[in-house]
């Protein structure tokens, strides 16, 4: 049974740091791009970061690029995203996602508040 599970989340101030942690179960995590995403209240899902099975290369959105970082460890089947220098508007839930299979998380909610 193929699982993801984000962990990470939690209220931060703005100008603050937060990792999320996506755990890769029940497939061949090495093997699968992967990606973030996010949505706010009242807004659609957006794309934050895309990698590749490999680790490189990287994608991000325009609004996150400098900020976040994805990366992956595929001995741990785990994702990453680093995100700095956090504002209200990365308020979101965050998810992690196998593009090629369809697979979701259940979401993340990061909070960014002072």
């Known amino acids: 049974q193929v699982q993801l599970a984000e962990s990470g989340g939690g209220l931060v101030q703005p100008g603050g740091s937060l990792r999320l942690s996506c755990a890769a179960s029940g497939f061949s995590f090495r093997s699968y791009d992967m990606r973030w995403y996010r949505q706010a209240p009242g807004k659609e899902r957006e794309l934050v970061a895309h990698?590749?099975?490999?680790?490189?290369?990287?994608n991000y959105a325009d609004s996150v690029k400098g900020r976040f970082t994805i990366s992956r460890d595929n001995a741990k089947r785990t994702l990453y995203l680093q995100m700095n220098s956090l504002t209200p508007e990365d308020t979101a839930v965050y998810y992690c996602m196998t593009p090629r299979l369809g697979y979701w998380g259940q979401g993340t909610q990061v909070t960014v508040s002072p």
């Open positions: 990698i590749t099975s490999v680790g490189n290369p990287t």
